[in-house]
């Protein structure tokens, strides 16, 4: 399905219904807010949560995805107000590229604060590779499973250790997450917030274990 559209309300519409679509088709619970004027379109249901979802419309110009995450409008008191996303507002933006028919999953840790993201599609031309975002990397099934996974993952080492929340450096059913070193670089904020959380990052570079991010010792 290829799209062209002028209207910004409708390419809203389509993306919001091809991303509805698409976690439909992975068997995900999907829920509309019943009020209006939510930071949020869609509510998932990922790795026994319910995530709050932003859709956005995006475009491919050249090798690049191009999404714009900012709003603006005018006010009488304040003048012309430009916001963005923040945590306490969303838990993810899904995104729908009408020129490519292809969804993306954005997390909230990639899209805080910031007006526009590039997902390249292919190398840049000065060969260039750091802080770059793949597209590769956020396509919306990929980025969905791999999440759920953790999720599930964290829920069970919970489970079987109630005391993890305090001594999960000792839990055997700790859960863990392997990133290659290019990646782990571009995001590694996102990465340090999962070790905070409990969860162990594997490094690898060129295909070999290279380095472990973990969380720190609970002091006694």
């Not at 110009?61 to 012309?80: E, F, M």
């Not at 306490?88 to 292809?102: K, N, P, Q």
């Not at 990639?110 to 060969?127: D, P, Q």
């Not at 975002?133 to 080492?157: C, H, M, P």
Request: glycine share 8%; aromatic share 10%.
């Amino acid at each position: 399905m290829f799209v062209t559209l002028d209207n910004p309300n409708h390419k809203g519409n389509v993306a919001e219904l091809a991303i509805a679509k698409e976690a439909a088709d992975l068997g995900l619970s999907v829920l509309k807010p019943q009020t209006e004027h939510e930071r949020y379109d869609l509510a998932l249901g990922i790795g026994g949560r319910l995530l709050r979802v932003q859709c956005k419309w995006a475009s491919r110009r050249d090798d690049v995805v191009y999404v714009r995450l900012k709003s603006a409008y005018h006010s009488p008191r304040r003048g012309y107000v430009v916001s963005t996303y923040s945590r306490s507002e969303i838990d993810a933006v899904a995104v729908y590229c009408g020129d490519l028919d292809r969804c993306y999953f954005l997390p909230i840790e990639l899209v805080a604060g910031t007006s526009t993201i590039y997902l390249r599609l292919k190398e840049t031309r000065n060969n260039q590779r750091a802080a770059l975002n793949w597209a590769t990397d956020y396509e919306f099934r990929g980025a969905v499973a791999q999440l759920a996974e953790r999720s599930d993952g964290i829920r069970k080492a919970e489970g079987s250790n109630p005391s993890s929340s305090t001594n999960q450096e000792t839990s055997s059913e700790r859960t863990f997450e392997e990133v290659g070193a290019h990646k782990f670089r571009n995001h590694f904020g996102y990465y340090m917030e999962q070790a905070a959380a409990g969860n162990e990052i594997r490094i690898r570079r060129r295909g070999k274990p290279y380095a472990r991010l973990g969380p720190a010792q609970t002091q006694e």
